[in-house]
């Protein structure tokens, strides 16, 4: 079956680093498009940063351009986000998300890894 799993997440000072790891498995890793999204309590879902399957195209949120990457292997089916000069603001429960599109959509989500930005 399908499985995405995030790990890297943490509790971090402002200014600090962390980078977040999301291994995808029971698919075709290499032609889904990928992506971040974050959840902070009370709030909706959204996009971070997205990657194209081949990486040749990045797409990030304003609120984090300069600061994280996002970036992939797909020999280790793996995406990376990697997030420096991480803010209070940037804590929130972060989900990988895998998806095609072929007639239809298909979508997968992992089961998100906690980020705590705090001093």
């Known amino acids: 079956q399908v499985q995405l799993v995030e790990s890297g997440g943490g509790l971090v000072k402002p200014g600090e680093s962390l980078k977040l790891s999301c291994k995808g498995s029971?698919?075709?890793?290499?032609?889904?498009?990928m992506a971040w999204y974050r959840q902070a309590p009370g709030k909706e879902r959204e996009l971070v940063a997205s990657?194209?399957?081949?990486?040749?195209?990045?797409n990030y949120a304003d609120s984090v351009k300069g600061r994280f990457t996002i970036s992939r292997d797909n020999a280790q089916f793996t995406v990376y986000l990697e997030m420096n000069s991480l803010k209070p603001e940037d804590t929130a429960v972060y989900y990988c998300?895998?998806?095609?599109?072929?007639?239809?959509?298909?979508?997968?989500w992992g089961q998100g890894t906690q980020v705590t930005v705090s001093s």
């Open positions: 029971g698919y075709t890793f290499s032609i889904y498009d």
């Open positions: 990657v194209t399957s081949t990486g040749d195209s990045t």
């Open positions: 998300n895998a998806k095609f599109e072929w007639g239809r959509e298909f979508s997968y």
